[in-house]
RNA sequence: GGCCCGUUCGUCUAUCGGUUAGGACACCAGAUUUUCAUUCUGGUAAGAGGGGUUCGACUCCCCUACGGGCUACCA
């Protein structure tokens, strides 16, 4: 097998989509496995739909993803520049050498007089309307016009292009990874533009020749670009590069969770998930779009999240480590439909990860919300709570949000708790109760349990009774990890003193 | 319209001619728990339709339907 060399080519004409992130992925974990070169290439070729800070931002969404780049846009290699628009005078050579192998020609038609032969065509009845081996002969190009005549506005600097001379009936085969054999005529192929009249390659061509340059194995992208893959087929062929062609795969699309059609951004806001990797603002539009990073998903659950969208190792095994992804990815195993987007499903990974990991980095992401809310927290304490918080969330965030109970006294209570649970019996354990907590010197999840069974039956009221009353007085709400140890945390002297302000402060139902 | 690709529980998928069609997410029920969550146990739920081939088809072939992609001097 040859050496493995895939590249990652997203087009800096805005955020990087989820898919572009999955295609990337599996680039980079074919090359992690078998110990090849993942490059970044950038396909800037279209000068009308650049956005500035897109290349900045896919190469921060692929940095904080953990797929690195081993050569390429931002970091360099053999095959400098990386970048289509600083590599022009390289694809004008090999556009000039199919031209003077009458493999391709130049056309002068204008946008309007293509737009005619459209028309002509579809009035005629005709099934396609393309410039290709049926229609080239009527049209103005170095085929139909003298020699002299093209010369002449190629020197006068007529606006012009250069375009793919495709032979008339020929089947076009080709292998492809996933899909197996692929056929098609090349009467179905149009004489595609290879060179634009600003003196830009199209996608193509710049795609073929750095394939080609950069020594390319693997040509794994998106199923987008199946149909015009035997065009590239074709190119390789006239290039002499046959031999040195990569292998295609061609990447089910991701299509939205709900209804049918592929995954917009639309779709995303609309059921309320991001579809960026990190967060992004069109600097055109200036609209905002939240990233999976801000929204808190891990990147370790993302990715595992991704890779299992359209492809699986063939065990039972849904958990991963980014290692091990690259350990037994193979591309045989990717699936061939399209993989609806599953929010759901991203979430449970998410809480996976989540909860395997240690107390210590769950209190890091707890101490960073305290620290937007101006509260100070010993580690060990942030510790403490992760630790009976972290089968109960999904997000980072959560430490916090469902925990705000641990750093701030509640000051409004359920009110369905009130008119269910707080009583008389209610008010006699809980004084009795606080007035024992008093007498305690070793005060702790333990103690506090025993301190409250011992009320229980000086009270001679069960505590089972009381026991969300006693959690509302504590953290407001009706839910909440276990009771004792969250005592234990909040302290015996805020204990005793929640207890009291919901004694002084909630008035008995007169029944 | 033309061409290409696809179609197994609601979703992601396993199966590579012979299975009670398996797992996971979600959902429902029960158990555990001081509540909620977790956890555990169980459950609902699938081969688009029609023809072939075959002793036997989810699996191979054809047709139809449906879905997706492409059809730009965009990628």
Redesign the pocket.
Do not use: C, I
């Given at each position: 097998m040859r050496e493995v060399r895939v590249r990652f080519?997203?087009?800096p004409?805005g955020a990087l989509h989820i898919g572009g992130m999955r295609t990337a992925l599996y680039n980079y974990l074919l090359a992690r496995k078998h110990g090849g070169t993942m490059i970044l290439r950038i396909?800037?070729?279209?000068q009308?739909?650049y956005v500035p800070g897109a290349e900045e931002y896919i190469l921060e969404s692929l940095a904080w993803a953990g797929i690195t780049i081993d050569e390429g846009v931002g970091k360099g290699g053999p095959y400098s520049p990386y970048r289509?628009s600083e590599r022009k005078d390289i694809y004008k050579q090999y556009a000039q050498r199919l031209l003077t192998e009458g493999k391709a020609y130049y056309?002068?038609?204008?946008?309007q007089e293509?737009e005619e032969m459209?028309q002509r065509l579809k009035e005629a009845g005709s099934?396609?309307?393309?410039?290709s081996s049926t229609t080239r002969s009527s049209m103005k190009n170095s085929l139909t016009l003298p020699e002299s005549e093209v010369n002449q506005k190629i020197t006068q600097g007529e606006?012009?292009?250069i375009r793919l001379k495709v032979p008339a009936n020929e089947e076009i085969k080709l292998t492809?990874l996933i899909?197996?054999?692929?056929?098609?005529?090349s009467s179905?192929v149009?004489d595609?533009?290879l060179m634009?009249?600003?003196g830009?390659?199209?996608?193509?061509l710049?795609?073929v020749v750095d394939d080609y340059l950069m020594k390319i194995s693997h040509v794994i992208r998106?199923?987008?670009?199946?149909?015009?893959a035997p065009l590239h087929v074709l190119l390789y062929r006239f290039l002499g590069w046959e031999k040195e062609m990569p292998q295609f795969a061609?990447l089910?699309?991701l299509?939205k969770?709900?209804?049918?059609?592929?995954l917009s951004k639309r779709d995303a806001d609309k059921a309320g998930f991001p579809i960026f990797p990190i967060n992004w603002t069109d600097p055109k539009t200036k609209e905002f779009s939240a990233g999976f990073r801000e929204n808190g998903y891990l990147h370790e659950a993302l990715l595992n999240f991704l890779a299992?969208?359209?492809?699986?190792p063939?065990t039972?095994q849904?958990i991963f480590s980014f290692a091990e992804l690259a350990e037994i990815f193979t591309l045989e195993?990717i699936?061939?439909?399209?993989?609806?987007?599953?929010i759901?499903?991203a979430?449970?990974y998410n809480?996976q990860y989540l909860?395997a990991k240690p107390d210590e980095e769950l209190a890091k992401y707890l101490l960073t919300s305290l620290a937007k809310e101006s509260i100070s927290c010993p580690p060990e304490k942030a510790a403490k709570i992760c630790a009976i918080m972290k089968?109960?969330v999904t997000f980072p965030k959560d430490f916090w949000e469902q925990g705000k109970f641990f750093f701030h006294s509640p000051t409004e209570y359920d009110p369905q708790i009130v008119s269910k649970k707080w009583n008389e019996d209610t008010v006699r354990f809980l004084s009795a109760f606080s007035q024992e907590l008093k007498l305690i010197s070793l005060f702790n999840?333990e103690s506090a349990?025993l301190t409250l069974e011992k009320v229980a039956t000086i009270v001679t009221i069960p505590?089972?009774k009381i026991?969300?009353a006693?959690?509302m007085t504590l953290t407001g709400?009706?839910?909440?990890?276990?009771?004792?140890?969250t005592m234990e945390i909040i302290g015996k002297d805020e204990t005793i003193r929640r207890i009291s302000f919901a004694l002084e402060n909630i008035k008995v139902k007169v029944s």
């Open positions: 080519a997203p087009s004409t396909e800037d070729t279209d009308n739909r289509q056309a002068f038609d204008t946008e293509l459209r099934s396609d309307q393309q410039y606006p012009h292009v492809d899909r197996g054999e692929v056929s098609v005529n179905q149009d595609k533009v634009k009249s600003d830009m390659p199209t996608y193509h710049a795609n998106g199923e987008e670009w199946l149909p015009s061609h089910p699309l299509l969770a709900d209804g049918n059609g592929k299992f969208l359209g492809w699986n063939g039972e849904e195993r699936g061939k439909s399209g993989a609806k987007f599953d759901q499903k979430q449970w809480q909860r089968e109960r999840s349990k505590s089972g026991m969300q006693l959690r709400g009706a839910s909440g990890p276990d009771l004792m140890t």
